[in-house]
């Protein structure tokens, strides 16, 4: 869920926040617009910005393997905050953007950040045709019919790394939560999020190396709100599982100070059908002592699912400015599989 140095929004967007982490994307929202139960997500609109909620998000990882069956991760994300509900052509515009781009192999970790102001060209996002970018990072389409993101286009580099991928979906856009309508928090902070799970690629990872040629499967999130966690939230642990089986599981646990985690989870079947499931539904227990946990213990009850998480490469660390984990896992079990793990919220390993 997203994911990924949102902190860095919640502090550009409510100033103060900035000295609560990620408990700064549960400050107040007043002005914006709130998510509501009743707003069905519609298409190809919702592919591109919302200037009226305070946060949004476009984000992509992959499991990827070589011809040796090498296994590598990338992440891209590209986010959008605003000083204020509105938007506005030049320097008056109030959108920040923030890239994150992040590549994992079994022994090394790369990443990387931009950031930029709205109204000059250097970062944002159309929905049709669709393309988001920050300087030369872009994700974009390359679908001739049907839904923009059923064809992707997707490049970053960093220091020592690139990538350069072409993305084909092979089955549906699939709405979270209820319809679209993701809560996060039993004082009821939601979001609206889609998530499109289905994707083949190919393409170029550039490494000290040299070039490796690869191919896997993706997972694209879309995701806005205005304050999407409770104030006592302060980080979550978030997976996407691609399972052999054919279906997908994203789940997430949002850690609270004053209280139990709050869960949820849906399973998505090889059709693309989803099944929401509420807090509770889903457990996530760490498998190591290490902080942050890069084992897990996943069970979902009700799909007779358990299975444990491995990170291929436990030292996934993003050290950009609000610093969190991101990485490549396998899954053993009662299902096989494999997918991405983020964990927010949690002091660096040393």
Known sequence: ???????????????????????GLG??????AIPSPDTRLSFPDDHGPHPE???EW???????????????????????????????????????????????????????????????????????PFEAWIDDWRMASTAM?????DALSLTANGDGFAYDLALTANGPLVPQGIDGYSVKSREGQASHYYSQPFYDITGTLSLPSGPVEVTGQGWLDREY????????????????????????????????????????????????????????????????????????????PAQ?????????NPKSWMPLTFPYWEGPVRVTGSHQGRGYLEMTGYPAPE
Request: a negative charge; charged letters at 15%; one cysteine or more.
């Open 53 to 55: 909620y305070r946060i």
């Open 27 to 32: 400050t107040r929202a007043e002005g914006f």
């Open 225 to 300: 709100s205005s304050q999407p966690l409770s104030e006592t939230q302060d980080g979550w642990d978030w997976i996407s599982l691609h399972l052999d089986s054919g279906a997908k599981l994203m789940g997430f646990r949002l850690r609270d100070r004053e209280s139990a985690a709050f869960t949820s989870a849906t399973w998505i079947a090889p059709d693309g059908t989803p099944t929401p499931y509420r807090d509770g539904a889903l457990t996530m227990t760490p498998a190591t002592d290490a902080e942050p946990p890069t084992g897990w213990q996943i069970d979902l």
């Open 1 to 23: 869920m997203n994911a990924r140095c949102l902190a860095l929004l919640a502090a550009l967007a409510a100033g103060p926040a900035c000295a609560q982490g990620y408990a």
């Open 58 to 128: 476009w984000y992509l990882t992959a499991n990827l393997t070589d011809a040796a069956g090498t296994d590598y991760g990338i992440q891209w994300t590209l986010f959008r905050s605003a000083l204020a509900p509105f938007e506005a052509e030049g320097w008056a515009s109030p959108q920040i953007w923030l890239g994150n781009a992040g590549l994992s192999t079994p022994t090394e970790h790369y990443a990387a950040e931009r950031l930029a102001r709205g109204g000059t060209g250097l970062a944002g996002a159309t929905a049709q």
């Open 145 to 149: 019919t049907g839904d923009q993101l």
């Open 304 to 312: 007779d699912l358990s299975v444990q998480l491995d990170a291929i």
